[in-house]
Every structure is written in C-alpha cells, then in structure tokens.
C-alpha cells in the first residue's frame, strides 16, 4: 500500500524478504536454472484478496501482480496503458475518458468491460464496504457524500459509456489522479463473482478472479505455500515470459539470505537488521533500490488521556533522538526521519527533494522534554504515565526500535514513566492499530504512488482509515485542503500547501517521524525485466523472467 501499502492500517513495506528453514523442498534442487519459474518469498503472511478492503504490502503485492487496472507504472516511473488503450483528460483537468482494449477478458474467460472498473469504484466508495482506502475516492464526484453515507452510490462520477469506455468526472483537479488508475484497489471487480462469493470474496485463492498477468493458486487463506502461475486470457499474454511465480512466507530474514546464496531464491533483503546488512553490504548482487516508505509512532489521542496531553506528546517527541536511533537501531539502513513524508517520493517544483523542502524540523531536546513531560503530567494529574509502545514481532529493526525508544524516555523522564513493550504477530499489530487498541504504536507505511497526497491524506480526517491515532488538527485539515483545491494546479503552492501541512503536524505533536527507509536486496544477475517501484507496487514481475 500502501502500495507499502500499509504496516500501519495501511502498509507494510516490500523490499521482498524471503527465509524459512522448510524452503529448500519447496523451491527444488536446482531452482535458479528453470527459465520457466521464479522463486519468491514474503516476510510475512498474505492477510486479504478482496481488492477494496485489502491495505497490507504482502496482500497488495499478489494482488498487484495478478489484477490490473487502466495502467501499470512502467520501468521510468511512469502510468502506462495496460487494460485501457488510451485516456484523455479535458483541459480543465475534470474530466477523464478511458477507452479499454478490445476483448479484455477475465482469467476464467468471461468478458471484462466497463462496468466492472465502475463496480470497483462504487464498492469502495460505498460505506457498506467500509474500505480503509474509501477516502482515495475524495474529488470524483460525489464521492465524499457517497462515503458519508448521504447519497447513493449510483451518483458516483463514475460511468461506463457501452463496454469500452469510462468517464470520470472530477469535483476539481487531481494531479495525482492518473496514478489512482493503476492502483490496484482500483482494480476492476465483477460484480456477480463477488456477490456470488459473499463474505468469503477474497479469502482464498479460489474465492478471487484476475484481470492481470497472473492469477493466484493454492492460498487457502492461512497456509505460507502458493504461486502465480500466467495468466493466458490477460490481454498481454505472448509478453508475460514467466509460467510460473512459486512463493512461501518466511519470516525469518536470515534464512533469506542463506536460501538466496544456495540458489534457491531469486532475491532477498539484507535491509532487516544491521547485523545482516553489514555482513552482506558488500556482495557484488545487492542493489540498492529506492522506497518511499517511511516509519513513525502514532499516539492514541482518542483513549489515552496522557497521549491526548500535547505537551506530553512533544516532550516525547523532542526526547526521541533520529539520528541516534537510525544509528544504533538499524545500522544505517534507514535514514533519520526529517518529517512524515518520506525520501524519494517525488520532487517538489523546484527540484528539491519533497521531504525535504517540507522538513519542519523536529529536533532532540533532552532538557526541554523533560520541563514539558513534567507539565503536562501536573496538567493530566493522574500520577505516573505507564504506557505500552507496540510493535512487529517479525521486524528485529521493529524490536531494536522500540528497545532503544523505552531507554530513552525512561532515562529522560525517570521515575514518571514506565514504558511496556507490546511485540505481537504482524497481523496482531495491523488489527490494533485499526481497532484503536495500543497506545503508542510503530506505524509504517509505503506511498501509494509517486505524489505527496499519498501520504498527507491519510491524516485529513480523523475517520479515513488510517488516522489510528484519532487525532483532530483543523490547520493540517486546512492545508491539505487548499493543496487538494484552489492549489491543485499550481506545483509550487501545492508544495507550499504540503510544508504547512508538515509543520501543523509537529506543531501538534501529532505523530512522532523516525525513519526514511532505503532498499537493499540480494538479487538474481539472471532475472531480467522486474521492476521495482518506490511507491506502490514495489515489485512487478509482470515482464520478469530468467534468461
């Protein structure tokens, strides 16, 4: 989500990472010499197939690979055409005319037209949904009074034109609009396959449909064994060089490294821990890709009355070292966060990096933390603060996070705090998080594509999906609101618009920013044609194959 896509509500970053101890079985003797089959691994489980409600990096990476939309990010970055063959846009910028491929089918023959892109969009404006992604539907009209539940679906701005052709008509400008063409929770949906499916749509393998290159086989939604194998009624078949794509859940990032070395993976992470990543920095196959992924804490304002304290949440924040803490906990596999937006997302108008031109510049303040922790316990007055910091069991920079952020605020504040680490499953994490059920929690989270939106919007409203934290912040809500508005066409404000944003957000004390992530990975010389995205789909094996 994300495309990393999430590992908050919403992403959980892909750079791959494979390992397990029962792989090599799986990927055979000698599995780097079948030019046919790929050998992949994802570090944790595949959590959702429903393509309006899933949210997780390692759900959005399958289905990423195996639905399609209008377009498909190319290998510069780009929103090419895949099932539509040309789009125009009027020069107001409202109104978008798709033309679809002629006898686009689905992966079980049945045809795949128009009104199955306005199905998607419908199902995930509509309340009843409860998609987390429902708030991307903001600018097409009608869409924020669809969501609300004050009108009808039906009044959506979206509408198929015969079976060829579909017409999105906007509220205001969207710049990042042609990106939400390729996302994949935008992905065409049939309906009568997901009301046949009913609750158990996208529970397995089996209860989804594809309208990608691949389609997904043997999940049977618990077990850590499956593949994609092509898909041959996708439109693009005769360019699709890979049978097929076997993949099993590893969780443990070591064992990647070790499978990748003995040939029987095609790529794997040495970003998970700085003891992995110094040992193997130096391979001739690591390449570094860029991820504009970021990592930060989110406070639960909404239940902890200590957190909804603003000179609490600052104290810990100026008592939060970046530099230091990218240092020690990770090794320098990820960069001292600057703000919420992270390195590499995209280029503000005047060339800069976005991240940045908005840095609002948060700083480590050890004597000014604890004068306002002690004011604002006195302001609480409920004696000490005890407070549960939650993260992935499955992460060791995640473990290695939160150990250094308990030393820290404890030594700083001493007696008046006692900090709890809460570690559980990723999927524990994901459903605390959505349910308000932590007080501070590590948050992560991938850009879903390659504009500042992806990230500011998802804090507007306290009831988009992923404000965890439930926090309100009317200056914030204001400056995104002018960059999405008056500002849309205009780079230069807009960016403006997103620094704002910024610093309403440490001003507030809204969220603490730790880290800026960078990808590094172990990859196969002999797979050609993947390409890897900072936003988004971080890896599309579409055009991929072993030469």
Known sequence: MKKWQMWTAAAVVVVVAVGGSRAAGWWGSNPSDDKSTLNYGLAAEVQNLDISKSTDTYSNTILGNTESNFLRVDSKGNPAPDLAKSYTVSSDGLTYTIKLRSGLKWSDGSALTAKDFVYSW??????????QYSYLTSGVQNADDIVAGKKPVSDLGVKAEGDNTVVFTLERPMPQFKYLLSFAQFAPQKESFVKKAGSKYGTTSSEQIYSGPYKFEGWNGTNNKFKMVKNDNYWD???VKTDTVKWQVIKNPETAIKLYKEGKI??????N???MYSANKGNKDVKDSAMAAATYLEYNQAKNPYLANEKIR????LATNRKDLASQATGGTRDAATGLVSNSLVKAANG???AKYVNPGYTYDKAKAKELFAEGLKEVNKGKMNVSLETDADSPISKSTVDYLKQAWESTFGSDISVTEKVVPFKQRLQDSQNGNFDIVVSNWNGDYQDGSTFYDMFKATDTGMNNGQFKNQTYTDA??????????????????WKAAEAALKNDADINPLYSWKGASLVRSNV???VTNPAGLALDLTHAYRK
């Open 122 to 131: 419908q199902r995930i404006a509509d309340p009843k949904t409860a998609s």
């Open 237 to 239: 078949a005769k360019d």
């Open 273 to 275: 821990s700085a003891e």
């Open 266 to 271: 095609d790529r794997a992470a040495i970003n």
């Open 528 to 530: 050609k044609g993947v």
């Open 480 to 497: 995104v609101a002018k960059a999405e508005g008056q500002d849309a066409n205009n780079p230069s404000a807009r960016d403006a618009d």
């Open 352 to 354: 800069q990096d976005l």
């Open 314 to 317: 600052e104290a810990l924040n």
